[in-house]
């Protein structure tokens, strides 16, 4: 088969539409084949289009004051929150730390695969790698830069196979492509730009196959599309879907079937429907255990309504096309159009082309109607993202349409002399005419001066230079034209530059300062722990920068936020009195005996910080940092009564975290009685100043009296031993409140992070503590008749630790998905309890046999071992990833028998011809 773009201009199809004058550069017949120098020579503009956005990016960012240039980094939202600390451990895995297959520096532990599938599996994250560890905010920039410039290049590879050959308005039209809004704001979320970066050449493989039969580049870009991030290639999947029909019905037969072949239709979709199923089965080592992740809580995180609804007025989307039209990234926000004044412009002249054929135009119309619809109707939307509702950066797709408009404008500017000038102005009128309305109608996203101003000078700028590329001389078209490429960079900087200082004002950059020092002043004692201690143990820190911290200081601990969520395992965590919630777990509001059930060994501080006075400092760091060591830790494994198969961690009997933790380690031990580890100590008074009281549904509520009046509620207790006191407030309704102990701030309860067990400190035997809580908000709920202070006997604690250390799990050797050791079972100890949360990709041998495994308290992982002394592992391998390989497997060997296949088919017939 001979593809349309290796054919002389002439042989193309005669409905094709060839532009005169427009700076184009023509093309001679190819006569003999091309040497390499040749194609070179005549496709090096390509090289432009790759550069020449990248370059514009990277001043962007240096006008942003990104280091070197100054202070500041690409750290923005969840790139600062989550994934640059995933970046961070995907670089420790490339030098040979960690497991793709699963990790510890997580809430507990959980599979790794989800999180790379999700966040780490493009093709260009290995740069990270190429980076030393303090410049990794680096190289994310340079992985930016990379994929602005492949859009570009991509783009123009578009053009070039499917248009008449013309440099400039190539480069112009790739980096508005390259540097429109949604690839510019969303470019934090690298994962999404690598379906931004493709899709060109995706739509390009449609085209050729429908046109050719060719099928490499399809399955070669949209596999590598699906692989780089499942969720945004689940899109791209629809948006082929939809484009195939687009583009098979928009052409005329000669058009879409230039070899003539019968039966053409049947024979394309066919194709495109087989090939599409090979993608999705190279594509599965990542989509199944990117599902197998999924079912762990994320698919049940939110229960949207598919009710049909309009989410916005039409004209707020039509804001989104012009200059500086930044509305937020917060749940309001309505999707990023914008990809230059000029593509503004030339959009509407598309549609009065005089050689673009109707049915094209209409044809695209409709396409354009899909998009609205499925940005506006509720229900659209919700398929468009997976069934669930986004949690802010709305409108994930919202790229397509940009590469649409673009091409259009694209094709309008191909024959703009035909168009007429006339249009061209009335054009541009009407944009300005509408931007002054809707400076009238007040819309925030459409600042006077960033845009509204802006708008009109460009669309001023563009009035001028356009005027020279309709022109009758040759020399004047091609000097606009150059004029014009630059007034479109100059744009595509400021418009990129404008985005990004938006950005930064709705959500803000974190400086690459705020990131080094935290990480590079904790690093060093976090690796002297572990020079000290080489054994398998958890650490955790009282200290935090972000959530995810640990994966960025190779920490193994219960810390962790991310969107493949294990949604028991953060209850869990709640219910034991943690700072968890939602998608995350944080280390705050620990007691000695959860670090001691789940195997925190070391303890990170600072100097003023509140530990128990049970740990032992092991290091004095510089910068006011200490290492405690927790001496009553527990294995990761260890065996408790068979009681505990049954209980019911979640049960609603238990008010707080104390009662749950209390019937916890009775159950461990198998006593009849319920152990008072935790015991209560009476309230002696409760004054409330500036408030009122009034009961609700169990809750005690307290509402500010005046009602301008800073309200508090004042506990007053006695401690009835030196021993640590700790407190909790349950409620079903949590307003924040701040807190003082005895005067001084003791932060907050009922926060975000906040919601936790407090430690308030050692006392005096007798001494007299009042706890205050000052209302920050217009209410606050108590639950009656709840203690809300405790002591913890630290006899009994000592006790209960040596009870359960009598069935340890000795750890011989061990990865982050394996252990291999042995355990001396005690009698009344069969059932193994660790803290590793259920997964039923854990595979558990005792003396070289397999032994089911259960799931304890429906969140970690047990098994049962007979009394005795035994041979132990545990593997990490999950089915996902096994079946997973095995689709790969048999797709890229359906893919290759196929192209071997043509190969060979492809030879006899040119022999047979030969004869």
């Known amino acids: 088969m001979t593809s349309e773009n290796n054919l002389p201009l002439d042989a193309r199809p005669e409905t094709e539409f060839i532009p005169e004058d427009t700076g184009c550069e023509e093309l001679p017949p190819l006569e003999s084949p091309m040497t390499f120098r040749e194609k070179f020579t005549q496709k090096k503009y390509l090289l432009v289009c790759f550069f020449l956005p990248a370059l514009l990016m990277w001043l962007i960012y240096i006008a942003m004051k990104a280091y070197p240039f100054g202070e500041e980094s690409v750290l923005v939202l969840d790139l600062n929150g989550q994934y640059i600390y995933y970046f961070e451990a995907l670089r420790d895995l490339f030098h040979g730390e960690g497991s793709i297959l699963y990790s510890f520096g997580r809430a507990l532990g959980g599979e790794f695969l989800g999180i790379f599938a999700y966040y780490l599996s493009s093709p260009f994250s290995f740069i990270v790698a190429l980076f030393p560890k303090e410049n990794i905010t680096e190289a994310l920039l340079v992985m930016f830069l990379l994929k602005t410039g492949l859009c570009g290049l991509n783009f123009g590879i578009y ?73 945004i290639g689940y899109m791209t999947c629809i948006f082929v879907a939809v484009y195939f029909f687009y583009y098979y019905f928009s052409r005329t037969p000669e058009e879409r079937n230039p070899l003539g072949v019968s ?33 762990f809580g994320k698919t049940e995180f939110s229960n949207p309504s598919f009710a049909l609804s309009q989410k916005f007025d039409f004209l707020d989307m039509v804001t989104k096309l012009y200059f500086g039209s930044y509305d937020t990234v917060r749940p309001e926000g309505l999707p990023f159009l914008y990809c230059g004044m ?104 459409l600042p006077d001066f960033e845009a509204v101003w802006a708008s009109l000078l460009f669309c001023a700028v563009y009035i001028g230079v356009l005027r020279g590329c309709t022109w009758h001389d040759p020399e004047t078209v091609h000097t606009a ?174 008010s707080s975290p104390f009662e749950r933790l209390n019937h916890l380690v009775t159950e461990m031990l198998g006593e009849e009685k319920t152990l008072d580890l935790f015991y209560k100590i009476k309230t002696d008074k409760i004054d409330y100043k500036n408030s009122e009281m009034s009961m609700v549904v169990g809750h005690k509520k307290y509402t500010p009296s005046p009602a301008d009046a800073v309200g508090s509620i004042s506990f007053t207790i006695t401690a009835a031993s030196e021993e640590m006191i700790y407190c909790y407030f349950p409620s079903d309704y949590p307003r924040e409140v701040s807190v003082k102990v005895n005067g001084e701030s003791a932060g907050t309860f009922f926060g975000n992070e906040s919601f936790c067990v407090k430690q308030l400190g050692s006392f005096r035997k007798g001494e007299t503590i009042i706890v205050t809580l000052t209302l920050t908000e217009d209410e606050v709920y108590l639950a009656t008749n709840e203690p809300f202070f405790y002591h913890m006997d630290e006899e009994l604690y000592k006790d209960i630790i040596g009870r359960l250390s009598t069935s340890q799990y000795q750890i011989e050797e061990y990865t982050e998905d394996t252990f291999s050791g042995t355990i001396h079972v005690e ?46 592992e545990l593997r990490y391998r999950p089915d996902c990833v096994k079946y997973g390989v095995i689709l790969c497997a048999i797709g890229l060997t359906a893919f290759a028998g196929i192209w071997i296949g043509e190969s060979v088919y492809k030879r006899k017939k040119t022999k047979e011809n030969a004869i």
């Open 159 to 231: 053009l070039d196979a499917t248009r008449k050959r013309n440099p400039v308005g190539a480069v112009m039209f790739s980096t508005m492509y390259a540097l429109c809004a949604y690839a510019v704001v969303q470019q934090h979320n690298t994962m999404w730009i690598d379906n931004v970066l493709f899709l060109p050449l995706i739509l390009l493989g449609i085209e050729q196959m429908i046109k050719y039969g060719k099928y490499k580049l399809f399955v070669i870009t949209l596999s590598l599309a699906v692989f780089s991030n499942y969720y």
């Open 263 to 295: 039966r053409h239709f049947l024979k394309a979709f066919g194709r495109i429907a087989l090939f599409s199923v090979i993608v999705i089965m190279i594509a599965s080592i990542i989509i199944l255990p990117a599902y197998y992740s999924l079912t």
């Open 342 to 445: 000029l593509a503004f412009i030339l959009m509407p002249l598309y549609f009065f082309a005089p050689h673009i054929r109707t049915r094209e135009k209409v044809a695209t119309g409709f396409l354009l109607l899909f998009f609205v619809f499925s940005f506006n109707a509720s229900t659209l939307d919700l398929v468009w993202h997976g069934f669930q509702r986004p949690n802010w950066l709305n409108y994930r797709q919202s790229f397509m349409m940009c590469f649409v408009l673009v091409l259009m404008a694209y094709k309008a500017y191909e024959v703009l002399k035909e168009i007429g000038y006339r249009k061209v102005v009335v054009s541009i009128g009407a944009i300005a005419l509408l931007l002054l309305v809707l400076q009238k109608l007040e819309y925030k996203n």
């Open 481 to 654: 034209s150059l004029v014009l490429a630059i007034a479109v960079s100059l744009e595509a900087f400021c418009g990129g530059f404008a985005h990004l200082t938006a950005l930064d004002k709705d959500v803000v950059y974190s400086s690459r300062t705020s990131y080094r020092s935290f990480i590079d002043r904790v690093q060093p004692i976090v690796d002297e722990v572990k020079e000290m201690d080489d054994s398998f143990y958890r650490m955790e820190k009282v200290i935090h920068r972000k959530t995810n911290d640990n994966l960025a200081l190779g920490m193994r601990g219960l810390s962790n936020s991310t969107s493949t969520l294990n949604a028991q395992v953060i209850e869990f965590l709640q219910q034991a009195g943690l700072s968890s919630k939602s998608h995350w777990s944080k280390y705050g509001g620990s007691t000695p005996i959860v670090d001691s059930l789940f195997n925190i060994k070391y303890l990170i501080a600072e100097t003023d910080d509140v530990v128990s006075p049970l740990y032992k400092e092991v290091l004095n760091y510089e910068d006011d940092l200490l290492a405690y060591e927790n001496p009553y830790v527990l294995s990761l494994a260890f065996g408790v009564n068979e009681a505990m198969e049954e209980f019911e961690f979640d049960n609603s009997r238990y």
């Open 827 to 872: 009698e009344g100890q069969e059932l193994i309890y660790t803290s590793i949360p259920y997964d039923a990709g854990w595979v558990v041998t005792v003396d070289g046999a397999e032994v089911e495994t259960l799931n304890l308290m429906e969140t970690l992982l047990a098994f049962r071992v007979p009394a005795g002394d035994h041979k132990l």
